[in-house]
Nanobody, 121 residues
Framework: EVQLVESGGGLVQAGGSLRLSCAVSGFSFDDYAIGWFRQAPGKEREGVSCIVSSDGLIYYKDSVKGRFTISTDNAKTTVYLQMNSLQPEDTAVYYC??????????????WGKGTLVTVSS
């Protein structure tokens, strides 16, 4: 059974940092693209970052380039999203997702339940 479980969200002041974790099980990193998405109140969900470990491909949404970093652990069981210089507009529920062929996309096969990030001004 494929499972993705996010953690690491919380409340942080503007300019601060958080590291989100997505613990994955039930599939091999090398066979899937794994991404981070977010959904702010009243807004559509958007893709933030993706990683394809087998190809070394990484994607970032323009507004987070230079501030967010996606990575995996050596055991390939966890995907991280290091978020620096956080701003109030980064406030959202953050989700991780996995799919064998596409990222980022709302059609990705597997989704976690999300973790809330709140950035105060």
């Amino acid at each position: 059974e494929v499972q993705l479980v996010e953690s690491g969200g919380g409340l942080v002041q503007a300019g601060g940092s958080l590291r989100l974790s997505c613990a994955v099980s039930g599939f091999s990193f090398d066979d899937y693209a794994i991404g981070w998405f977010r959904q702010a109140p009243g807004k559509e969900r958007e893709g933030v970052s993706c990683i394809v470990s087998s190809d070394g491909l990484i994607y970032y949404k323009d507004s987070v380039k230079g501030r967010f970093t996606i990575s995996t652990d050596n055991a390939k069981t966890t995907v991280y999203l290091q978020m620096n210089s956080l701003q109030p507009e980064d406030t959202a529920v953050y989700y991780c997702a996995a799919d064998p062929t596409v990222c980022p996309s709302d059609t990705m096969n597997y989704w976690g339940k999300g973790t809330l990030v709140t950035v105060s001004s």
